[in-house]
């Protein structure tokens, strides 16, 4: 994972010019200014949109080490747990986009670190200052339990605190969902940081992910209140005994509520160990509480599903093939609510490529395409699994070059009976592309029809890729 967090800015919010000069680096709508986070597979850039100057955060992942070191399912799995997250004490994902290159998150900018630097500092917090932030930190938490979502490795590096001193949870890339439970119920996989893990996960036997989560936090509030850890040894078997064994002592220095609450979470046996309703009652955590409210029935990010192009094209397969199969990567980059065209410049709609999902066979989509293009007038070339339309402009500078207007055809297979066709110009009139398109469509429109018509009556074909659009018919994923 990036350092600083999956959200993370550090630095001072001032920091809002346009790179100190009218050199700064563009992305669509996004200005990028300085790094700050930087790891092995990519890097987060503080970035403010140029229409309402908001700051955020861009994750900019390198997809082939991602690839090479086989974290993809962590990063889709991170994608996927943060969409269904929207609470003011969880970073908020605003926008999506893959390539065949990169991998962008558009994330909630927070400017006041991580919670690890802040203890670092002060040395501890005060049981004010500790109980309010630990609050937060449990809002947050019980929300993604609600969910279904298991963060697995809460620590303070994974707690960023805003300027307003907010608590901020990221880097969900260890997260489980419900799809990851066992047959048992229960969580299976060994992850999450040596002095934060539960006793229960290390001992291999499955584990409940809320009653981990807890432990983590108990953790949590015990480097806050005291200053250090409660587990500690450079010596790991050594470590893991003093966790089984809940080996720690809490400092008598510290309220009789403040000690209760930290015996009752660091409770080596989970089926002993304080639930998440009883810490929201615990009369220690009760004082000052304000719960906080989940941002689940606002639209604020509704265009989490827009447009986040980049300029990119994937790759065809070898070989002299009807279609090429795809994988999650470019599928991601062809959907409707993850395009990728345009992201570095402003580009007319006419510009880019149309997709569209369909189960009709590539050869006789082919030929359908080639006939209309024929009776428009163009010229047709088939091979090597692709179809390119082409005509000679009138007055083109160069009368010998045939591809003065050139479109290429590509069919891509993503499952049985299931592909996605690609329209993709190269040279001509955006009119004419346009027209062309048209054409295309509402042919191919009319060859599904009977298709449907053929095999399920009037009932529509159902695709994997028909969420992603809600238009009927021909599923367009790029116009």
């Known amino acids: 994972m990036v350092s600083g967090g999956a959200g993370a800015g550090t630095g001072d919010e001032s920091a809002r010019g346009r790179g100190g000069g009218g050199g700064a680096a563009l992305l669509g709508a996004y200005e990028l200014g300085r790094t700050v986070g930087e790891g092995n597979f990519g890097k987060v850039k503080q970035a403010r949109h140029r229409?309402?100057?908001?700051?955020?955060?861009?994750?900019?992942?390198?997809?082939?080490?991602?690839?090479?070191?086989?974290?993809?399912?962590q990063i889709r799995r991170e994608i996927a747990t943060l969409k269904l997250l929207r609470h003011p004490n969880v970073v908020r994902l605003h926008e999506v986009a893959a390539s065949k290159t990169k991998i962008y998150m558009v994330l909630e900018f927070v400017n006041g670190g991580e919670l690890f630097d802040r203890i670092a500092i002060k040395g501890k917090l005060s049981e004010e200052e500790g109980r309010r932030l630990f609050q937060?930190?449990?809002?947050?938490?019980?929300?993604?339990?609600?969910?279904?979502?298991?963060?697995?490795?809460?620590?303070?590096?994974?707690?960023?605190?805003?300027?307003?001193?907010?608590?901020?949870?990221s880097d969900f890339g260890l997260s489980a969902l419900p799809q990851h439970l066992g047959n048992d119920g229960l969580l299976?996989?060994?992850?999450?940081?040596?002095?934060?893990?539960?006793?229960?996960?290390?001992?291999?036997?499955?584990?409940?992910?809320?009653?981990?989560?807890?432990?983590?936090?108990?953790?949590?509030?015990?480097?806050?209140?005291?200053?250090?850890?409660?587990?500690?040894?450079?010596?790991?078997?050594?470590?893991?005994?003093?966790?089984?064994?809940?080996?720690?002592?809490?400092?008598?220095?510290?309220?009789p509520g403040a000690q209760n609450l930290l015996q009752r979470i660091l409770e080596p046996d989970p089926m002993k160990r304080i639930t998440m309703a009883e810490i929201k009652a615990h009369e220690w955590f009760q004082k000052d509480y304000v719960p906080a409210v989940p941002f689940d029935n606002d639209d604020e990010d509704s265009q989490l599903d827009l447009v986040l192009p980049v300029k990119e094209e994937i790759s065809p397969s070898p070989g002299d093939k009807t279609t090429h199969q795809i994988n999650a990567f470019q599928l991601i980059g062809m959907a409707s609510s993850l395009d990728l065209s345009g992201f570095f410049e402003e580009e007319d709609v006419t510009q880019r490529n149309i997709r569209f999902t369909t189960t009709h066979p590539p050869k006789d989509l082919f030929d359908k395409i080639e006939h209309s293009a024929s009776e428009m007038g163009f010229q047709v070339q088939r091979g090597h699994g692709k179809l390119k339309v082409t005509q000679n402009c009138t007055g083109a500078k160069n009368p010998k070059n045939p591809a003065s207007f050139l479109v290429c055809t590509e069919v891509f297979e993503l499952g049985p009976s299931l592909y996605v066709v690609e329209l993709k110009k190269s040279h001509g009139d955006p009119a004419l592309y346009r027209q062309l398109c048209e054409r295309i469509c509402s042919d191919l429109d009319v060859l599904m029809e009977q298709m449907r018509e053929q095999i399920f009556g009037t009932q529509p074909v159902a695709s994997d890729l028909a969420s992603l659009d809600n238009r009927s018919g021909t599923h367009l994923v790029a116009l």
């Open 188 to 255: 299976h996989t060994t992850c999450g940081s040596p002095n934060y893990i539960a006793p229960e996960v290390l001992q291999n036997r499955g584990y409940d992910g809320s009653l981990s989560d807890i432990w983590s936090c108990g953790v949590i509030l015990y480097m806050m209140l005291v200053g250090y850890l409660p587990f500690d040894d450079r010596n790991i078997v050594v470590l893991y005994q003093k966790i089984f064994k809940g080996d720690t002592q809490i400092p008598e220095c510290l309220s």
């Open 51 to 73: 229409g309402t100057g908001a700051l955020f955060a861009i994750k900019i992942l390198d997809r082939a080490r991602v690839l090479s070191q086989r974290i993809g399912d």
């Open 136 to 169: 937060q930190l449990i809002d947050g938490v019980s929300y993604c339990h609600e969910k279904g979502v298991y963060h697995r490795d809460l620590k303070p590096e994974n707690v960023l605190v805003d300027r307003k001193g907010n608590v901020k949870i």
